[in-house]
Each structure stands twice: as structure tokens, then as C-alpha cells.
């Protein structure tokens, strides 16, 4: 029952929409377009899952840090691009963050939490800010932020539960898993996607 969960897991995960979710305004600015964003472009629920995984394969601290760090920092992203201040390279960094959180995941990168929690956070400021950026004059910032925060912290969530039940015996999958992720942050980056 396991296997077929986790099999599940991994091909709802990989069969992802591969639009890209950002840059141009939504038309509905509120909670329910704030819950919606997250999960309309495979960058943004692979990257948010990932960190959930490769959270749950650190263990310890981790687990909880990296997520928290994670919807904090890309709340404050949000701001920043519902503010109009300069960030460079917003799809560039949404790109790498998916390349290289799943290859901290398809390799098991042990790193100390500090330095996960950092890198995590640094990602998580391009994807709030792709978040605030596209958010249109009229409508509560506030609401549509509480919606992608939430919807972040599921996918957290999800990505947990996935790696703390793959992560002492399924690190094949979770190989394959990462080795996905990257290969499409990669073509995220390259431009195919």
C-alpha cells in the first residue's frame, strides 16, 4: 500500500502542469487566486515540495525550518514585488531553485541546517516575489498572500509526508524523484519550459 501511494505521489508530482506561474497580473485578486497560484505552474509545486522532501531526508530541526523559513521568506518576496522593488533574475532563480533543491533531494545533499534553511530561504524570496509582482493595483494583497502561504505550507506538508515515508525505504524513488524535479528546473532555465 505503501509503493502505490508513493507511486501515486510521484507521478501526481511529475505530471504537474508545466506552465510557468508568473509575470502578468491575475484578473481575481483575492484568497482563492492567492490558493490557486501555487499550484498552476510546475515551478512553484515542485520547488515547494522539494523542500518538503529534502526537510524530511535533513530530519532534526530541518523539518520544521526549512519549511517555516521557506513561507516566511516568500512572504516577504510578496511584499517586496507588491511594492515594485528591484529583484534581478526572478525566472532565473525560480528555475534554479527547483534544479538545485532537486538535486539536494535526488543526492541526498546533507548539509548543516543553517545553510538549507538559508538557501531555501533565498529561493523562497524569488517565488514570493513572482507572487507580489503579479498582483494587480485593486483587492487585498493581504488576502491573496494568506492564500499562497497556505497553499505553500500544504505542499511543505505534502513533500514531508512523501520524503518521511520514502526516505528509509524508498531512495530509489526518492533518486527519481529529485532527478525529475532537477531535470525540469534545468529545462526551466534553459528556456524549453
Do not use: C, N
Amino acid at each position: 500500500m505503501v509503493k502505490l501511494r508513493s507511486t501515486l505521489a510521484v507521478l501526481a508530482t511529475l505530471a504537474a502542469p508545466l506552465a510557468v506561474a508568473h509575470t502578468g497580473a491575475h484578473e481575481h485578486f483575492d484568497l482563492f487566486a492567492g490558493l490557486a497560484h501555487p499550484v498552476s505552474g510546475a515551478d512553484h509545486l515542485l520547488a515547494m515540495v522539494a523542500v518538503g522532501i529534502w526537510g524530511a531526508m535533513l530530519g532534526g530541526s530541518a523539518r520544521l525550518a526549512l519549511p517555516v523559513s521557506f513561507v516566511l521568506a516568500m512572504l516577504l518576496g510578496g511584499v517586496a514585488g507588491q511594492l515594485g522593488l528591484g529583484l534581478p533574475a526572478i525566472e532565473t532563480g525560480i528555475a534554479l531553485s527547483v534544479l538545485v533543491l532537486g538535486l539536494m533531494v535526488s543526492l541526498a545533499v546533507r548539509v548543516p541546517t543553517l545553510a538549507a534553511v538559508a538557501m531555501t530561504a533565498g529561493f523562497a524570496l524569488f517565488h514570493g516575489y513572482a507572487h507580489g509582482a503579479e498582483a494587480p493595483a485593486g483587492g487585498s494583497f493581504w488576502l491573496y498572500g494568506a492564500g499562497f502561504a497556505a497553499v505553500t505550507a500544504v505542499l511543505h506538508l505534502a513533500g514531508f509526508a512523501l520524503g518521511q515515508s520514502l526516505v528509509s525505504r524508498g531512495r530509489l524513488l526518492l533518486q527519481v524523484i529529485g532527478g525529475g524535479m532537477a531535470l525540469t528546473g534545468g529545462l526551466l532555465l534553459g528556456g524549453v519550459l
